[in-house]
């Protein structure tokens, strides 16, 4: 069954530092991945997807991230953070078939000026 | 464009109280449909999917069950309300695999439940 694991809890950067974000994921096929974000109550927003093509693929509110099938890896990154990306985000791929995603147990986000 | 409702977004129970959360979703067709739960610091749990109408997966045997009454209409249910089933409700949506590429779901703002 696929998995997705965000080694890091919690992240503190400060405001116009770069940022990363990681994602492993354990999938035997090509995999569908997704990157979210979730303000304190609030739904999840997609950020970004990849499922083929440009292994590096870009996002709303300046995100991108790059798929490294070698590391089964799917890191988010942005060059200059905000404080309004202060969030959780969560990775997550789809299920083979397609009816279902798989969520890492997400990331949060501190941003100090 | 797509819409997806949820309501209430704050809900106050007692034990053992009955449930009723509802999820709609407009500006589509026969989508999935999908419920999940945040407890606090515990990311999302998928609690139950729809494929149709009618059709429920359960993925978590609990105290909640699911119901998809219209096709884009879904609604939370419990009998008895535990302490447990305090949490962030989320309601997602998706374009049906066999006509979608991506898979990716659409998320409702959710309803928060505090069980008493």
């Known amino acids: 069954a696929q998995s997705v694991t965000q080694p890091d809890i919690h992240i503190t950067v400060s405001e116009g530092a770069s940022l990363e974000l990681r994602c492993n994921y354990s999938?035997?096929?090509?995999?569908?991945l997704f990157w979210y974000v979730q303000s304190p109550g609030q739904g999840l927003q997609l950020l970004l997807k990849?499922?083929?093509?440009?292994?590096l693929v870009q996002g709303i509110k300046g995100f991108e991230a790059e798929f490294k099938r070698s590391q089964s890896s799917f890191n988010l990154r942005k060059p200059s953070v905000h404080w309004s990306d202060a969030a959780e985000y969560f990775c997550?791929?789809?299920?083979?078939?397609?009816?279902?995603?798989?969520f890492g147990a997400g990331t949060i986000l501190r941003v100090k000026s | 464009s797509q819409t997806i409702h949820q309501w209430p977004a704050t809900l106050v129970q007692p034990v053992g109280s009955p449930l009723s959360l509802e999820c709609t979703v407009e500006?589509?067709?026969?989508?999935?449909l999908y419920w999940y739960r945040q407890a606090a610091g515990r990311g999302l749990q998928l609690l139950f999917y729809?494929?149709?109408?009618?059709?429920i997966s359960s993925e978590v045997p609990q105290n909640l069950s699911a119901s998809r009454p219209q096709d884009r209409q879904f609604i939370l249910s419990s009998k008895k309300l535990l302490l447990s089933d305090s949490g962030f409700y989320l309601c997602?949506?998706?374009?049906?695999?066999?006509?979608?590429?991506?898979?990716?779901?659409?998320f409702g703002p959710g309803t928060r439940l505090t069980v008493t």
């Open positions: 997602a949506w998706s374009v049906p695999p066999r006509l979608s590429m991506t898979y990716e779901q659409y």
């Open positions: 999938y035997g096929a090509t995999p569908y």
């Open positions: 990849y499922f083929s093509g440009d292994t």
């Open positions: 997550a791929v789809g299920e083979e078939y397609g009816n279902k995603l798989v």
């Open positions: 500006g589509t067709s026969n989508p999935n």
């Open positions: 729809s494929v149709g109408i009618g059709q």
